[in-house]
């Protein structure tokens, strides 16, 4: 037991003094049944105590370090929010693509407005004409009257100069047809730019000031659009009004030409009657409506009746299917245009009811006109029917 306690002190002591002494003065352990105090072990070397500094060399830490939490936040106005960075203008696809569409629509207006000023030169052009026209007519119309000799060369004169105008009035409508043909191409392309603008709604990646833009294009077509179709419905009636204007002015030249030739004045021509004057009645009635023989037509079955129940009816291709069957069957036929008017109602509403179905009637007509009917094969007459509750147009074959 002794022995242990020996070699337990000696190990002890050999261990305390490790981290004390120098890397080559390190003892050696030695097992030994000696007594203690004959084994030679190196002196313990005893380390200085280090002196205590005072406090003040003592490095404090900073209060703003050791205090730090919690932070307070600065205080945000909304002025600092509309100058941040955020809004700064962001390009995205959609922004390339409302360029894209910018760049299309300030072309397609560019048209619009060539188109516009074409149309305003044409009806300069047929104003002048028309003065000419109506002027020589008024001048043999004035000289028939006062009385005059039969084949007066002065009045054949005015005659051919009445005729040459109306010649360049029938370019006149050619142009306008051609017109028509390429404002309804704009109105296309027009269509085309307003699906493209809602469509870059639902682009990904887009900002906020990318749908403010496209609201703003949005009106802008939508203004375009509607400038369009005003030039179109302007180049139709003017269409509309030459072709009844032409068709109802060269059958009076050839009564002024007969009358020229005999020296006697004669009214206008017979078959100038756009409309035939249908007393208002039910189509119920026939008794109300027998004196007129054209009116028998009514009485019959129409080739094809075209309600305007909507502002955009497609009856283009029903109309020319019976059109065609009926000249196929009938080389020879007459057709008759029935614009029918509801019956019900004040007086003001009923005769802008008439004139709305008298207008789709003459809208009717231009189709016909187009498809290559002749308008001298086809009268045009009004009627109000007391159940009915829409505009309609009704085709009879005579």
Partial sequence: MKLVKYLTLAGTLSLLSYPAIAQDDIPTLVVTNKPIAQISTPSIPVLPMRAKAPLS????VPNSELYSKPVRSPDISAQSVLDDTYFAPVETKASGKIKEIEAEMYNLQGQVADSADQLQSIETVGQDLAASYYAAVATINTQ????????????????????????TLSGNVADLNKMAIQISDLASVSNFLQQQARSAYSLSGSVEEDHVRLAQLEDALSNTATSIERLLNNVNDNITRAAAYMSSERANLRTLALAISNGDLYGKSLSNRPFSMVATSSMDAPSAIAPFPQQASIQRRPLIKIRFDRPEVDYSQALYMSVNEAIQKYPSSQFELVAVSPGMGNPAKLAIESTKARRNAEKVLRNMVQMGVDTNRVQLANVTEADAQFNEVHLFIR
């Fill in 57 to 60: 060399d003592i490095p404090s």
């Fill in 144 to 167: 028939l009257q006062s009385g005059t000799t039969p084949g007066n060369p002065r009045l054949k004169g005015r005659l051919n100069l009445a005729e040459d105008a109306l010649d």
